[in-house]
């Protein structure tokens, strides 16, 4: 096994532990001992757990910009470019990806001197999707003046939460779930007829 392979094999396990029993309550010994290697091993590559914890959360990151990517390769329209990778990332989160539900509910765990790394990750991640969100916006479709930002923490908020509550095989599948959320960020609750007058200046940014 090469380095490269024992490194990829150490962080499956350790999202795997994460997820399961928590970052707290996981020790380095165990993430050793789920990789098949001693805990010398592990620290010759990890300094600590959170330095552990950071690189998951890096390699995440990346993988999941990757799928996204190649998923809306293929889709010419940026608003279905948006509704798709959200479809996709919301299928990563609840079906195929233990990093995913790490780096949102476990990053709290850090100290503040061990967060410079998952910062860079994660401003890297929020960049990502403020761009297809910016391509959705430019196509001249969407209201003249929106919080683009606001949009995102809006809709990535109540989308990431559903990994608190998703039961595979009960109810919407997460390609449902995605495309209702997708309709009530785009299209709204309430019809035109029964929308106040002063409607987009609540869209407006600061």
Do not use: C
């Not at 923490?153 to 390609?175: D, L």
Request: proline share 4%; no cysteine; net charge neutral.
């Amino acid at each position: 096994m090469t380095k490269s392979e024992s490194t990829d094999r150490v962080l499956d396990e350790a999202a795997r532990l994460f997820r399961r029993q928590g970052y707290a309550a996981t020790t380095v010994r165990e993430i050793a001992k789920a990789a098949d290697m001693l805990p010398g091993s592990l620290h010759y590559r990890f300094a600590s757990k959170d330095d552990v914890l950071i690189a998951l959360i890096d390699r995440g990151i990346d993988q999941a910009i990757d799928v996204v990517q190649r998923e809306i390769a293929k889709v010419e329209d940026p608003i279905e470019r948006l509704r798709v990778g959200i479809g996709k990332y919301l299928e990563l989160l609840l079906e195929g990806d233990d990093a995913l539900f790490v780096m949102l509910y476990d990053w709290r765990s850090l100290p503040p001197t061990a967060r410079e790394g998952l910062d860079r990750a994660r401003n890297r991640y929020e960049a990502f999707w403020d761009a297809l969100l910016i391509d959705a916006y430019s196509t001249g479709k969407s209201r003249p003046v929106v919080d683009l930002a606001l949009v995102r923490q809006f809709g990535f908020g109540a989308a990431s939460w559903v990994a608190t509550w998703y039961r595979k095989g009960e109810g919407r599948s997460p390609k449902q779930i995605a495309d209702a959320f997708f309709a009530f960020l785009a299209y709204g609750l309430i019809d035109e007829r029964h929308r106040p007058p002063d409607v987009n200046r609540q869209f407006e940014t600061l």
